[in-house]
């Protein structure tokens, strides 16, 4: 929750850093079609009001070193990525062969977001979640879905966890 009085843009960018894999300077908010491109003004000066959806875009000059990039994003990609990368991807329960199918943006859904719609799908607790590529543990829910190559159509493995 943002206070729209004192926080500026950049204050909301720099609590997006964890959970969207991007540095401040390469994000960019968009209200609408509107870029909101000046950090230092306030959520409330732009209009922004309770319950709005802002659309946050990552962005990279053009003459970005690859190695400066955010792992997971290729240096091939343009300057500005469409904020509409939206792939599909199916989970299927392992002990019950439940199919499910998330809609995400690979370069800013992190694993414990796509845990969370799991729970919201399936009704298995994210603490009780163990998600996998090609027999290969998902283990870093902060890592994005990009930067373990989840692509368009792939399947993963989920397997429930219980203690006794």
Do not use: C
């Not at 000046?38 to 959520?43: I, N, P």
């Not at 922004?48 to 003459?63: K, Y």
């Not at 859904?109 to 163990?130: C, F, W, Y």
Request: aromatic content about 6%; hydrophobic content about 40%.
């Amino acid at each position: 929750l943002i206070d729209p009085y004192v926080e500026t843009i950049a204050d909301m960018k720099a609590l997006l850093v964890g959970s969207s894999g991007l540095p401040v300077n390469h994000q960019v908010f968009f209200l609408g079609d509107n870029e909101l491109d000046d950090d230092t003004r306030t959520a409330l000066s732009y209009g922004i009001q309770d319950g709005d959806s802002l659309r946050l875009e990552p962005r990279f000059s053009p003459t970005q070193s690859p190695s400066s990039r955010p792992s997971g994003i290729p240096s091939t990609e343009p300057s500005i990525l469409p904020s509409a990368a939206k792939i599909d991807v199916v989970v299927q329960l392992l002990t019950g062969g439940d199919l499910f199918v998330l809609t995400i943006d690979p370069y800013l859904t992190n694993i414990g977001a796509m845990k969370m719609m799991l729970e919201v799908e399936s009704g298995l607790p994210v603490d009780h979640q163990r998600l996998f590529k090609d027999r290969k543990e998902l283990d870093d829910d902060s890592a994005t879905a990009s930067s373990y190559g989840i692509l368009d159509g792939i399947l993963l493995e989920l397997e429930p966890v219980f203690w006794p």
